[in-house]
């Protein structure tokens, strides 16, 4: 029993220390702030999103576990790091995106580096410490994430709406992972609608011992992802004038069509392209995301990331101009 609670905690360790891949408790405080209004819609992942990509070598674990002296420390180190399987190239999507919503609100410049920061300087420290915040309180959702590739797909289940927008005398016999995406659906437009930035989590694979998503990527909690969303864009709604001006209740059923959730992916820097494409029907969500390069990513669920704006460290500095207040058009 003792070894079994040992090897979860070490897989939540890495889930909240990664989840696209990495997080653990801050090694310091940060500052809450009440940042002035700004538009998300005018976000630009050229603009605002940081220029490297989401991809830092080393060591994944926080710096309160690496920074451990002695032979005590390493035997730690090397322990976490073998039980968990941690990887030596990882990602800080949620701390990236998180980070990225923090200067934008802040209209603090972006940093200029064009390639990861190294373990150890400030703003490599700071994107880890956002990692973990991406993740709530004591890591909860990395465990959502790991509840959710438990979940079946939605071509192994019934189609049988669980909301009110297609009545039915029946309850679906089995809850997929579109369900679920249709239920964190209304919060997410809800804050777009009323011009805040949402960080999204998006599963990508299934857990190894879920059998009921046979045509789904069997995966680990860290092969997941975080992205920020800064605007939703409705296709035509029966009955709405302008799908695009459309508000959004949290407790709204959410009318089938299809709608275009644009994106800040930490793993393609600079592309104002980047999008997920949401298919609503019969109460569930299906899901796939597509960058400006038309690359398209098959995406199991999508849901709601915690986000509490922080002031910018004042070791974070940036050389280039502050960045124009005309976003690009969209297309």
């Not at 990664?18 to 002035?36: E, I």
């Not at 069509?257 to 392209?273: A, E, Q, S, V």
Request: proline share 10%; aromatic share 6%; charged share 15%.
């Amino acid at each position: 029993m003792l070894l079994h609670s040992t090897s979860l905690l070490l897989t939540l360790i890495l889930a909240s220390v990664a989840l696209a891949q990495t997080s653990v408790p801050a090694t310091q405080p940060a500052t809450q702030v009440a940042l002035p209004g700004r538009a998300a819609s005018d976000f630009r992942p050229s603009l605002h999103g940081f220029g490297f990509v989401n991809s830092f070598t080393g060591s994944p674990l926080p710096a309160a576990l690496r920074e451990l002296k002695g032979p005590l420390g390493e035997l730690i180190r090397e322990s976490v790091e073998s039980g968990t399987g941690a990887p030596s190239r990882f990602g800080l999507c949620g701390g990236m995106s998180l980070a990225a919503a923090d200067l934008f609100m802040e209209r603090t410049p972006r940093p200029t580096a064009i390639k990861p920061p190294a373990p150890g300087t400030d703003l490599y420290e700071w994107l880890h410490r956002r990692q973990e915040s991406s993740l709530g309180s004591a890591g909860l959702f990395a465990i959502k994430f790991m509840t959710w590739m438990m979940l079946a797909d939605p071509s192994n289940a019934p189609t049988t709406p669980t909301t009110p927008t297609a009545p039915s005398t029946s309850a679906p016999q089995i809850r997929t992972i579109a369900h679920a995406t249709y239920d964190e659906l209304g919060p997410i437009l809800k804050r777009l609608d009323e011009g805040d930035l949402a960080p999204l989590g998006l599963v990508y694979v299934r857990a190894a011992g879920n059998s009921r998503a046979p045509q789904s990527q069997v995966g680990v909690p860290w092969e997941n992802h975080q992205v920020l969303a800064y605007q939703a864009q409705r296709a035509a709604i029966k009955g709405v004038s302008d799908p695009g001006k459309a508000t959004t209740k949290s407790s709204d059923a959410i009318p089938a069509g299809k709608i275009t959730l644009w994106i800040y992916d930490p793993n393609f820097p600079n592309d104002d392209d980047a999008r997920i494409e949401l298919d609503v029907s019969d109460g569930q969500v299906r899901a796939v995301q597509i960058t400006g390069k038309s690359e398209r990513i098959p995406v199991r669920g999508v849901m709601a990331m915690p986000w509490t704006p922080q002031a910018v460290p004042a070791a974070i500095t940036a050389s280039n101009k502050p960045a124009s207040s005309q976003p690009t058009q969209r297309r």
